[in-house]
């Protein structure tokens, strides 16, 4: 099997590798870059030219990893979770289109966890993990005698952070090699705390406070639920009309799996506001007029900022705004914890595998990997073409 990383051995985000065999050609993901300039990917036989990649498989539908989900050829089928295409279809909805055209996703097909994929000679095995972003999953990829294992995005410190080394040891075991996110390599995560210490935290500023904003991303299942599972009843729980029902899906679909799914938001309604006035809220927002317009309307209200920090400065939308712009002056109370996995997790994802090679991708320090992985670490650079 051959291992072709597009993007991702230097950077965090734009991810995208393509697992090559006697017969087949897969694609695992197909991202856009974070950083404010992002480039497309241009791939012959992939977004070009006569096609000749077998299926491209989506690990989970955060932006760096699904992308340029619409400059793939017409003809190359395309697999990702369900429920990630379900948000991703709200998303294009919602923004008219601006990313995803829902004619893409509408020829999207979709897996369940743990089903076996046949491409050829190649078998994909999708297992769901933890992250910040609902429905992503690992892939196991099979072919002539030898295990891949490419991790996507992960982490083992949030709500179902407890299924993640059962599921490498009863499922995965040991495989040749994997490809795997090292986001958080340089930074210090001795104090990364856990979603649950998180959802503490934050229960703690809302039921102290009568009026309360979160700003957090509005495919963060895991934080919206934890935020509102750690509100005292009574106290009402809004968003708009958008993230109202990306919950409210998600309760539809997911109440029987959880109590952590049960929770409900609703849209902000000027005709309530004599019920705000007697219960309080907390209201999740994103940039932008809809909700600068009612900030501006609770002065006093608290603000929380559950994202990562780097994002504060990020030139986003058409007008360029920042997010500090955004909040202008207004204090805001940062707790936030990492989507991704911790030097603890690697580790022990590289002990339970014990695969033959590590290649890091989606991080900037993949030489940091050395003291995860000793000699086991392959460094690759994008482009380069690595037999396993
Ligand atoms: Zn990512
Ligand atoms: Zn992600």
Known sequence: MKIRILRGTNQIGGSSVIITTQNAKIVMDFGSELNDNPQKLEVDGLTSGKSDIDTVFFSHNHGDHVGLIDTINNDIPIYMGKTSLELLKMFAERTKERQYTLKTLDRVKTFEKKEKIVIKDIVVTPYFVDHSAFDAYMFLVEAEGKKILYTGDFRDHGFIGKGFEPVLQNHVGKVDAVICEGTTLNRDDSK???????????????????????????????????????????????????????????????????????????????????????YGFVMFIRQGKYFKKIMDEYKDAKIIYSMWHGYLDKKNGDDRETLRDFFGNREIIELHTSGHATKGAIKKLIDITSPNHVIPIHTEAKKKFRELAGDKLLLANDNEDISI
Not at 247 to 252: G, L, P
Request: hydrophobic share 30%; proline share 0%; aromatic share 12%.
């Open 192 to 278: 990364t705390l856990t979603e649950m210490e998180l959802q503490r935290e934050i229960g703690k500023v809302i039921n102290s406070n009568k009026y309360v904003f979160v700003m957090c991303a509005s495919t963060n299942i895991f934080r919206i639920e934890g935020i509102c599972s750690a509100v005292k009843d009574g106290k009402c729980k809004l968003s708009d009309k958008y993230q109202s029902g990306i919950i409210n899906y998600i309760k539809e679909n997911y109440k029987d799996v959880s109590y952590l799914y049960c929770n409900s938001l609703s849209e902000y309604n000027e005709n309530d506001k004599d019920k705000y006035e007697k």
